[in-house]
């Protein structure tokens, strides 16, 4: 086993190197073929997200680990790796598979717990395997990466809470609403921080955005990202009743929507539920609307201390899946190493019990006067003889697999055996 992983990403390199080692997905495939038909390596794969570049490769043994990968970045990227070394790490054999497991299971990334980067190491390796680049260890270790990403998210709550302001406001509407479908999202004031939640409330049910900013122009050009509809700041106040969700963000030296004015609006809502998300600083709504039966305010103060609690979960769960991988590591190099040394367990099996029959059939005229008893007897001690012989170098190997110097005892075991290379 020569397993070797080299790469880069949010803890090592900022944004602007990382976008430099970026490889496009319509580029992937290209770079893997690449990457597997560079000298050395056997098998490979490239995993490249907007916070990663990874290159996780199979390599013959005997290699320095790490070099092949290193000499194929320095030609894909034009660059003298000397000149970039420092933004790399590189992991090999056990601890490139703990690697793998654990950006799978999602206890790498920049946001704990987050759902998209099992999908984006599925896809990485559906493109390898595409490209033809995986066919023996590495297809059964990433095989096994997600096996383990699975049961982590099936087996912890890691990701089962939200992080982010975005995530929050989807969560905290689910608790309101339970079903988000067909919802409608009003959204005030044309920042990023209320597109954001908005995408993402979209994305969970809701189906309909109305959209109002002071700049009209710029409220048209919001809504048409959503495909919703544009109304104009004065007019405002007259619509909100239309809306299940409000998000605002305006910047506003005032508040935007005062306690009077929302008794008014939930009178035109005959009282049904309305969530209201004030993201913007200083404040858009008075405070004092959360008095009203039916109004739910959150301001960001509010999602922040809903995010630090779930942040504090995920931390509690993130221990139970490092133990998780921990387990899976050990297990999985059990069965790599076990894998590693049966060939040669069994070619020497093979060799010594086909001497036997030889010896036995060369034999087969002395023996002819032996009752069957007595040709049995024969037949059991040969068979413990060879058992015997076995014993000491199957122990041996059992026991280096997976080691460093399993290679040496390989090959010692099979030139005192004359066993085949």
Known sequence: MNLVLLGLNHRTTPVEVREQFHIPETELGRAVRLLSRHPGVLECMILSTCNRVEF?????????????????????????????????????????????????????????????????????????????ALNGLLRDVMNQTLAVARKVRRETAIGSSAVSISSAAVELARKIFG???????????????????????????????????????RAVEMAQLFQGTAIRFEELLENIPRADIVISSTGAPHFVIRKPEMERLLAARKNRPIFLIDIAVPRDIDPRVNELDNVFLYDIDDLEHVIEANRRQRKQEAQWAEQMVSREVDQTIRRLASREVTPTIVALGEHLNRIRAEEMERMKGSLAGLSPDEQQAVEALTQGMIKKILHGPITELKGAAGKPDRNDLVHLVKKLFGLAH
């Open 56 to 132: 996780f490769a199979h390599t013959q043994d005997g290699a320095e680990p790490g070099g092949h990968l290193r000499d194929f970045v320095a030609d894909y990227y034009q660059k003298e790796f000397s000149g970039i070394d420092s933004y790399f790490y590189c992991h090999k054999q056990v601890e490139s598979i703990r690697h793998m497991f654990r950006v799978a299971s999602s206890l790498d990334s920049m946001v704990l717990g987050e759902p998209q980067i099992l999908g984006q190491v599925k896809q990485a390796f559906q493109t390898a395997q595409d490209a033809g």
């Open 179 to 217: 079903d988000l479908r067909k919802r409608t999202i009003f959204i005030i004031g044309a920042g990023k921080m209320s597109e954001l939640a908005a995408k993402n409330l979209l994305r969970s049910g809701a189906s309909t955005i109305l959209v109002s900013n002071r700049t009209y122009e």
